[in-house]
């Protein structure tokens, strides 16, 4: 059916039947929006895409190892550390194209929760810890994917930071965290970009889920961020639908037989449920699908070559190059080398899950530092198998062998598939033992020794004294492989910076007392302390700080400048800086601004990044790099006026090359409002514990307004919110738990060697009740379902009747 060319949406919803509109708030299927023939109305396809379009080959159910090939990109933690506004555009436009020539209408991403831990099972799909880098490289990756007619969905608002019970935890934060933090990294990019839609996630925050939190959904995001798009939840992330619909969430995924569509037209006969409200939730559907049509009915062509190429661009620039001691690097062809690890040959490109992409091609490093040689094949041994964990000793004097006798070593270690995956979360940030045996052996015979990492998030390195060179290549996409060999032998100068602080260990992480939480809930106790707020504030060593990131070349910082000594709080500032190529190379440097509020009344990390600019210099070459600061640039989250509010007093103007590298300073007068310290603010600056990053129960209780409990379920207590894994009380919630998780599995088509099978098999344990609506194929009705939860819930006689008149 070809869409109308005139498609006049208030004259389509006067002609919609009731039924007709409560049809289109929610899936036809896994991944399409209803059509409605008659009127003109498509069927949008939407699919998951951060760093692709990963279309499924068959629309019913989930089939994520199942993808038509696409240009598989760097994932987000890469991209983000290129700092690099005009690439990520690039790659938003890129996977844009792709996306219209696969009609798909939109792309599930960005993702921009922010990394709290770097135990997080989904870090790879994320951009930093930082709100400001975060929301700036969605911002721009937005503009890129929409440039090209396709939507994008900002995704998963809000403060969905770990996978552990993802789709029913409670997130506690307090509201300068909330606001100062999470929300800011959807902020800018949605103000800035503007996204066709924004997805919400499955948590509750402070109590109310995601999905049906008027506060998130239309207080803050429509009100007061002024966004005008459609909302839609995460698959299966609906709790209570006519809630949902009361709070903004317009539509919702996926298609679950329209299990909902009877108590939709039943609260609206109630007078539950407002005609407006469903109407204007039906009006942003059908903006969303007018805003679609041109990209549906002149979908396009792309050159897959073209993209590979741009895939490349981007993991060189998003790779940081750690250590480079004694100029090991780069390497010279002719060099006598030897290449050790697995990943050489068979790479780590990507993380498991819903992202998982089917790559148009597949470069190795491997293949690519043979061509520095005219094809002649390198020594080379794995040293391990790609998803061992304990070591290898035969693989491991294999490679001994080899690093014997060549005058350097290129070795590829990291985290194999299956240590990270959606929907789980790691355990620790330790490298595999085989990996960790292989380099000590490796290191012991020949100590000049390139390190390639291949990980989506952080990961300890006890190691790292030990060897000369360490090149962070994340995970690099399909063309990540001759990206690294362009790194090694200089053909690219690296010019990644760390989006993510690397800390020593776990334990020094602010968030591990109180990471993922009971299966209830879990508390931010550490605030707005997140990452190098927290490390650079109370002078905590760390292995490798926020920002960080060597070149090939040496960069001079001079001359810096503000526009004015003293200004109004709401007025703007201009501060500009000389930077200079003094190397021999060309290369680029990411110049980064930081503000430092010299006395605050409110608590306030000692820092925090304000600005960024990436340059490109030739040797020698000289640029001005300008920043503007505005009135956020100096603010803080005040709760109690529920307003950004400005302290007057000093602040400091910081310009570094790092969080830890500041080169140059400059104070400024902002003239704001006098504050006095309140009671509270007292006894919050009492009970902060900076050295072990957290507040007391009593302060944090104090910071979020309220006495939190965790409160377990009570046998009798079930919902349609609990998880399978709590329905262990009663023999026949055990029995329902065990069939319906093999009910659920039955629809998920996967390897069952692969590391999404893990994934599945966590989800299926953890998932609520509800969404057996989404995987039971309609076997199963949301009056079968609520009949079912009667008897479990030991009301065996209501349950029978009500199961009776539901056959």
């Known amino acids: 059916m070809q869409p109308q060319v005139y498609f006049d949406v208030p004259h389509i919803i006067r002609q919609l039947t009731i039924d007709e509109k409560i049809a289109l708030l929610s899936g036809f299927n896994f991944w399409q929006t209803p059509a409605i023939e008659r009127l003109g109305i498509p069927s949008l396809f939407i699919t998951d895409g951060p760093h692709g379009v990963r279309k499924q080959k068959q629309t019913g159910g989930v089939m994520l190892d199942n993808a038509e090939p696409a240009t598989c990109f760097p994932t987000a933690s890469a991209l983000a550390s290129s700092w690099d506004r005009d690439l990520m555009q690039a790659v938003g436009a890129a996977i844009g194209i792709e996306a219209r020539a696969k009609q798909v209408s939109v792309l599930l ?384 100068n690296p010019s990644g910076k760390l989006a993510e602080t690397f800390p020593v260990s776990w334990s020094d992480h602010p968030a591990s007392a109180y990471f993922p939480g009971s299966p209830q809930m879990v508390e931010y106790r550490e605030s707005i302390y997140v990452g190098y707020r927290y490390y650079n504030t109370v002078a905590e060593e760390v292995l490798f700080p926020f920002g960080h990131g060597l070149s090939y070349t040496t960069f001079a910082y001079s001359n810096l400048q503000l526009s004015a000594s003293k200004i109004m709080a709401n007025e703007p500032l201009m501060a500009t800086v000389t930077i200079t190529n003094t190397g021999s190379r060309a290369g680029a440097e990411v110049v980064q601004l930081y503000v430092r509020d010299v006395e605050s009344t409110p608590f306030r990390p000692v820092h925090e990044l304000k600005g960024f600019h990436k340059v490109w210099l030739k040797p020698k070459e000289s640029t001005t790099v300008t920043f503007t600061l505005n009135k956020r640039s100096w603010a803080f989250y005040d709760v109690n006026r529920a307003d950004w509010l400005v302290e007057s007093g000093q602040f400091e103007v910081q310009i570094g090359a790092s969080s830890r590298d500041i080169r140059l300073r400059a104070m400024v007068d902002v003239r704001g409002e006098t504050l006095r310290q309140s009671a509270q603010q007292s006894l919050l600056a009492d009970y902060y514990d900076l050295q072990r990053g957290n507040f007391g129960p009593g302060a944090f209780a104090v910071l979020i307004g309220q006495q939190v409990k965790a409160v377990r379920p009570r046998r009798g207590a079930y919902t349609l919110n609990t998880p399978l894994a709590d329905m262990q009380d009663s023999w026949f919630a055990r029995i329902f738990h065990d069939r319906m998780k093999r009910l659920a599995m039955n629809q998920v088509s996967i390897d069952a060697e692969s590391p999404t099978a893990i994934m599945f098999r966590t989800i299926m344990n953890e998932m609520p009740l509800r969404t057996l609506l989404m995987f039971s194929g309609g076997r199963i009705s949301l009056a079968r379902l609520e009949a079912l939860l009667l008897m479990m819930n030991g009301k065996w006689i209501r349950g029978l009747m009500a199961l009776l008149r539901n056959r």
């Open 109 to 492: 991403g960005p993702g921009v929760n922010i990394k709290r831990s770097p135990l997080g099972g989904r870090n790879f799909e994320y951009y930093s810890e930082d709100p400001l880098l975060s929301s700036q490289m969605a911002a721009a990756f937005i503009q890129g994917v929409q440039s090209k007619g396709v939507g994008a969905s900002i995704k998963h608002f809000a403060a969905n930071n770990q996978e552990f019970r993802r789709m029913t935890i409670d997130t506690i934060v307090d509201e300068r965290a909330l606001r100062e933090i999470y929300l800011a990294s959807f902020e800018t990019a949605v103000k800035a970009a503007s996204p066709w839609t924004v997805m919400s996630a499955y948590n509750a925050v402070n109590g109310t889920p995601c999905s049906q939190n008027k506060r998130l959904l239309n207080d803050i995001l429509r009100n007061e961020w002024g966004f005008n798009g459609l909302v839609v939840s995460d698959w299966g992330g609906v709790y209570q639908r006519v809630p949902a619909l009361q709070a903004g969430n317009d539509l919702e995924m996926p298609g679950n037989n329209g299990a909902h569509n009877s108590v939709v037209k039943q609260a609206l006969a109630q007078g539950e449920l407002s005609s407006a409200t469903l109407d204007r939730s039906v009006e942003r559907i059908l903006h969303l699908i007018k805003a679609a049509l041109p990209a549906l009915q002149q979908p396009t062509k792309y050159d897959a070559k073209v993209h590979h190429e741009l895939a490349r661009k981007a993991a060189a620039s998003g790779a940081v190059l750690l250590k480079n001691d004694d100029n090991l690097l780069p390497l010279t062809a002719g060099q006598s080398i030897g290449v050790i690890g697995a990943f050489a040959k068979k790479p780590r490109y990507q993380g498991a899950g819903s992202s998982l992409m089917a790559p148009s091609r597949l470069n190795t490093a491997y293949a690519g530092i043979c061509m520095r040689y005219n094809g002649k094949k390198i020594p080379y041994a794995p040293g391990y198998g790609v998803r061992d964990h304990q070591p290898n000793e035969t693989l491991i004097v294999d490679a001994i062998k080899i690093a014997r006798r060549v005058e350097t070593v290129v070795l590829f270690i990291g985290l194999p598939d299956i240590y990270e995956t959606e929907g789980v979360d790691r355990p620790h940030m330790r490298l595999p033992d085989a990996h960790i045996a292989l380099l000590n052996a490796v290191v012991a015979v020949n100590p000049r020794v390139v390190v390639v990492l291949s990980n989506g998030a952080p990961v300890e390195m006890p190691w790292h004294d030990v060897v000369p060179a360490i090149l962070e290549g994340y995970l690099g996409g399909q063309a990540g492989g001759r990206a690294t060999a362009d790194l090694l032998f200089g053909d690219e």
